[in-house]
Nanobody, 126 residues
Framework: QQQLVESGGGLVQPGGSLNLSCLAS????????IGWFRQAPGKEREALAC??????TYVGSVQGRFTVSRDNFQNTVYLLLNRLKPEDTAVYYC?????????????????????WGQGTAVTVSS
């Protein structure tokens, strides 16, 4: 069973918004650091945002446009993407690490996260 499932991606015009979801099963998201990442074709994976029990952290390039939030009842973490640009086109992933802080999340390797979702594709185009 997939422990993390992303959804909410799609095609959106420049300037539009999307709200991505990361649904967790078999563990409670409020006890984990949940990171959001993206990977565009031919590019390296890029860290975007992280939410833990006590922290919310953004990488500078998306701060002010993207907002991460958590619904403990729904066991889901969200990433709201605002003022989207064509360069935001990518597959967006969430990852989970138990009891971890968000500090330095952008430097952690793929194997340092316990779970990864399968990704949801976002295309920003007119």
């Amino acid at each position: 069973q997939q422990q993390l499932v992303e959804s909410g991606g799609g095609l959106v015009q420049p300037g539009g918004s999307l709200n991505l979801s990361c649904l967790a099963s078999e563990f409670a998201v409020n006890f984990y650091a949940i990171g959001w990442f993206r990977q565009a074709p031919g590019k390296e994976r890029e860290a975007l945002a992280c939410i833990s029990a006590t922290q919310t952290t953004y990488v500078g390039s998306v701060q002010g446009r993207f907002t991460v939030s958590r619904d403990n009842f729904q066991n889901t973490v969200y990433l709201l993407l605002n003022r989207l640009k064509p360069e935001d086109t990518a597959v967006y992933y969430c990852a989970a690490d138990p009891w971890a802080p968000c500090s330095g999340f952008e430097y952690k390797g793929v194997s340092e996260w316990d779970y990864w979702g399968q990704g949801t594709a976002v295309t920003v185009s007119s």
